[in-house]
């Protein structure tokens, strides 16, 4: 199992100094077989590696670059966040498609920066409620894995997340059903494009303490990507801790 939390854009100095020891502090002793990954914004990445001495929590980031390197003014690249301490980088999270309209081509050319970079993208897909109340989820979300995903990388590992857009700091989560339906249609697209089946697939969308275990539940469940909450350093710790 993997908890990510993605902290957006969010904290000062002082607080992300205090979320990420709290976090670490609390599980230094647990002995967790889950591993937790904490997504900051980027410019305390460094800061807070050298502040956590945690070895079962790792450091992403929330976004990279489509390129590699020249006049991208305010762009960083997958080279530069693998040097600075990530092991693992969100890409075609809904707020950057929504926001700054990321296309799914971007969201593969930033996978695969990641990929060659060593580190292991998080995939995000996700849709609207338009697209769940008219039966088209399942539609949607194979098209974004179709054209998001790389599929012929080497060293090819990657994390999808499935985060429908309305559940997203909203409160509202889907049934364990549809939570179920979506990750066995995602299964099947990986076998069907030969994708290795250790694949784990996140959900993400109004996680909290007193939701965590009934995701937990589900059986092709391979962690939670959370926001809100993942700011709250003892109730992210507690869902780690629920994590096992
Ligand atoms: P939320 O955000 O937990 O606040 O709903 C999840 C996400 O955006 O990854």
């Keep these: ?3 990510a939390g993605n902290w957006k854009l969010n904290c000062n100095i002082r607080e992300a100094i205090e979320i990420s020891s709290s976090i670490s502090n ?39 670059s489509i390129h590699i390197s ?48 060593k580190m292991i993208p998080i995939i995000c897909v996700g849709e609207n409620a338009k697209d769940r109340e008219s039966g088209n989820a ?35 989560v889907p049934t364990l059903e549809s939570i179920n339906e979506m990750f066995n249609m995602i299964r099947l697209w990986l076998l069907n494009n030969g994708i290795d089946k250790s694949i784990k697939i996140l959900y993400g969308g109004s996680v909290n303490k007193g939701n965590a275990n009934e995701f937990f539940s589900c059986k092709n469940l391979g962690g939670l990507l959370i926001g809100g909450v993942s700011l709250k350093a003892s109730e992210f710790s507690e869902i780690c801790i629920m994590a096992g």
Excluded at 42 to 51: F, G
């Design 1 to 3: 199992m993997l908890i």
């Design 26 to 64: 609390t599980l230094a002793d647990k002995n967790l077989i889950s591993d937790v990954v904490l997504f900051p914004p980027v410019i305390y990445i460094d800061l807070i590696k050298n502040k956590i001495n945690n070895s079962k929590i790792c450091l992403g980031a929330q976004d990279c």
């Design 70 to 117: 020249g006049a991208h003014t305010g762009d960083i690249s997958a080279s530069m966040l693998y040097e600075i301490g990530c092991k693992y980088t969100i890409v075609g999270h809904s707020e950057r498609r929504i926001n700054k309209h990321e296309s799914n081509n971007d969201i593969y050319l930033k996978a695969k920066n990641v990929i060659n970079n």
């Design 138 to 172: 399942l539609n949607v979300i194979e098209k974004q894995l179709s054209e998001s995903i790389p599929k012929n990388e080497k060293n090819f590992e990657f994390i999808i997340a499935y985060e429908p857009i309305w559940a997203i700091g909203s409160g509202k």
